[in-house]
């Protein structure tokens, strides 16, 4: 069936560099795609979300890219700090189910 | 403004059992999702309510149900519980009705013995 998952389960970077997380999705009705970090023993923390008519969008810190064409989306975190240190999560939403599918997540461990 | 609040943050209960989870949204939202979240099979969608309809429920058997009341909260109930339904129940709303922009609450971690 249709699926969003995650290319890289782990992720280590040192503080200060910039992180690239990936996700590729496989439902071509998707048109609304969600970041999301999740610290241990938290909820899921928005980050950053983008439609499908945008190819770009920047926040604090972070940009989401996506790339309809191959089906993929990566989040860019610049200046990674321990702060960043989480499991991060691409979801995705057709808008007709009402629901938001989830990748299995990767974890991004911050090393000083 | 407050953010999602769900109750209890922990329960453990005992092998069927039923148990009943509790999520108020981020005042203003219509919008309520469940989402069970358990090591193995990553998040996964339960349902969705809004304006008191519920307009979407994932695959999973007839013992989970909810409901949603008149000012948005939302409730989720477990009937004859297992050993499997142990997990984080996660609950998010969101201001519109396409879903977009949704907002966790920290979950009520459930522990099936």
């Known amino acids: 069936g249709e699926s969003v998952g995650l290319h890289l389960p782990t992720l280590s970077v040192q503080e200060g560099d910039n992180s690239i997380i990936n996700c590729a999705y496989s439902n071509s009705a998707s048109d609304y795609f969600i970041w999301y970090k999740q610290e241990s023993g938290k909820g899921p923390q928005f980050i950053i979300d983008?439609?499908?008519?945008?190819d770009k969008r920047q926040g604090q810190r972070v940009t989401v890219l996506l790339n309809k064409t191959v089906k993929h989306l990566s989040l860019q975190i610049a200046a990674t700090q321990p702060g960043d240190s989480a499991v991060y999560f691409c979801a995705e939403n057709s808008n007709s189910g009402y629901a938001l599918n989830f990748g299995k997540g990767t974890s991004l461990l911050v090393t000083p | 403004k407050a953010g999602v609040t769900q109750t209890p943050r922990y329960l453990i209960k005992t092998r069927g059992q039923q148990v009943t989870l509790s999520c108020s949204p981020i005042s203003g939202h219509r919008s309520v999702s469940w989402y069970q979240q358990t090591p193995g099979q990553g998040l996964q969608f339960l349902f969705e309510y809004f304006s008191e309809t519920q307009r979407n429920k994932g695959n999973f058997p007839g013992r989970f149900s909810g409901r949603q009341f008149s000012n948005s909260r939302s409730e989720m109930n477990v009937s004859t519980l297992e050993l499997g339904d142990s997990a984080l129940y996660l609950c998010?709303?969101?201001?519109?009705?396409?879903?977009?922009?949704?907002?966790f609450g920290q979950g009520t971690r459930l522990t099936v013995v």
């Open positions: 983008i439609r499908s008519n945008m």
């Open positions: 998010a709303s969101s201001l519109e009705a396409d879903n977009t922009e949704a907002f």
